[in-house]
């Protein structure tokens, strides 16, 4: 098994430092882009990465606002984030890469390979990108809004909110997940925390979300694309409408992306919205089944 050798960096592009992480055991093609969701960081890719990068060089960063990267006042519509993680990829010489996003960083995928058709070799949306905000009524959105937002863990210390990550019933711990989550916040000299993307860049981005309709993006996508949906049993009536939002979503998308030479969707049954860090083996298999079918083109 090839040796993955690991670095961080900060790259600067468009007026601001982009914070990256990589990983890279070999030189096979194409290389991969993983972009993170809203609140997050580029360490919730901590677990795919290393694996992922046994044979190519795979490129995690900290989108604008996020994690070490530099904050900004504005830019946090989808369309400048894209143009902000594609002249990083540039900048890092990933030539033609496969581009993963969770959450998010899904719709910003999409975005980008909307944007730059002849820029990328594959999609992966995780748990994203296919939900068509607009669709909602206000009251809808208010809720869908209420909980995608990162919640307030401002003043509490190291402790306090790492206990409150452990104890989430959503997602199953494991130690990783201590340092993933600390990516997402500093630690000042009293020892309280503060969220590393501040509250009003993280309502701007909300604001792109409620924007943010898929169809817009799907005719101008030409490579294959591969959905992979978080489908955990709940008896919650909203998580049950939103997992028939995203039922509707995925309907569309393989309706819509009619360039696309392949496109499918894969539900991962008892799994949390989180896939990266929860499901991250059987995320990578999919990833890298993504990457076989380029090499059988």
Known sequence: MNEVLVRDGLTEINGL????????GGDARPPVLLIHGL???KRV??????ILGRERRVIALDQRGHGESDKRDDGYDIEQIVRDDRALAEALGLRLPVVVGHSWGADVALAYASLFPYGVSAVVLVDGGVVDMR???????ADIEHDLQSPDVSGLSRDEFLARTRSRRDLPWRPELDEIALSTVCVREDGAISPRLTHESQRK????VREYRPADYFEAVACPVTIVLADSSTADERARAFLALKQQGADAALMGLRRSPDRRVVWFSETAHNIPVHRPEALTAEIEMTIATLDDE
């Open 205 to 208: 981005i909300l604001r792109s």
């Open 39 to 41: 609140g997050s960081s």
């Open 17 to 24: 430092r982009l914070a990256w992480q990589e990983w890279v």
């Open 135 to 141: 669709s909602l009524s206000d009251a809808s959105w």
């Open 45 to 50: 890719w901590d677990l795919v990465g290393p």
